[in-house]
């Protein structure tokens, strides 16, 4: 884990699909990035949190090649992003912070149209194989003006991992997503990550980053601050003392327990639990 300026606590490892070194970028007057250093290890999914304005979006799109850095480097699958653009674009896919699908298209036509822009052969069994994948072959020939939100960012996602891409770009995902919808892209990512594609997922969503990313790292004031795993990042806080707390439901837990969501059995289970004690003890 690396802390600070620097303050490495544990070794990185050696296979890193993207490394960063001392990254800047400034617009006009206003310093966004200061020399940002991050290495993302192959296969794992890697979450940039920080506040708004703080780089993440920036450090996306350079990494995208879509914004040229001002200093430093960075490579994506040992290629330079500012000397060999068009190397890094072979190997990655970016899913942005809003759905980037044709409305006026159905599921299948979007899927398609994608897969005929990139020139992967078999452009209808892509499109079909992907459907069954994020589970929206019933909605497959509707227009996806009609999706949900869940819905539209699973096919956003999908049309990202045509040619199968290794490296994914995904900057707030959830954003304005309801709490189901949020699940469904969690059950999407922890999917992709299974399969071996490595993510750099932005969010702003600390609950999304520690139930997602294998690590984490902390950007602040145009550096990061703070990179490691979850159980590394509490290790710096003083050990935890045992208090009773009454456990009470949140929010989210009561309305995907009302609601039955099939993507959140457990967490319905949980919040229905908590509700009935608390129901319970209030009629003692």
């Not at 490296?167 to 954003?175: G, I």
Request: glycine share 8%; net charge negative; no cysteine.
């Amino acid at each position: 884990m690396t802390l600070g300026q620097g303050w490495t606590l544990s070794g990185m490892t050696t296979h890193t699909a993207i490394e960063i070194r001392g990254l800047t970028k400034s617009f006009s007057d206003k310093v966004v990035l200061a020399g940002v250093d991050l290495d993302v290890p192959v296969g794992h999914v890697v979450a940039l949190l920080g506040s708004n304005g703080a780089g993440k979006t920036t450090v996306v799109r350079i990494l995208s090649t879509l914004l040229r850095p001002d200093g430093g480097s960075a490579l994506v699958g040992g290629a330079d992003v500012t000397s060999d653009p068009a190397r890094v674009r072979e190997s990655i896919s970016l899913t942005g912070q809003f759905a980037a699908v044709d409305e006026a298209l159905t599921g299948r036509e979007n899927l398609v149209l994608i897969a005929q822009l990139r020139h992967v052969p078999n452009a209808q069994d892509v499109a079909d194989r992907l459907l069954a994948r994020f589970s929206l072959t019933e909605a497959a020939d509707r227009k996806a003006a009609t999706y949900s939100g869940g819905m539209r960012r699973r096919l956003d996602i999908a049309m990202s991992l045509i040619g199968d891409p290794p490296v994914l770009f995904l900057d707030e995902p959830t954003t304005g997503l309801d709490p189901q919808a949020r699940i469904e892209v969690w059950e999407t990512v922890k999917q992709l990550a299974e399969a071996g594609t490595t993510v750099l997922l932005t969010t702003q969503y600390l609950d999304e980053a520690e139930h997602l990313a294998d690590r984490i790292a902390i950007l602040h004031q145009g550096r990061i601050i703070a990179d490691g795993t979850l159980a590394e990042l509490k290790a710096l806080f003083p050990p935890a003392t045992r208090e009773y707390v009454e456990k009470q439901p949140s929010l989210e837990e009561i309305f995907l327990a009302i609601i039955g969501s099939p993507n959140a059995e457990r967490t319905a289970t949980t919040a229905t639990t908590a509700i009935t004690t608390s129901t319970s003890e209030a009629h003692r």
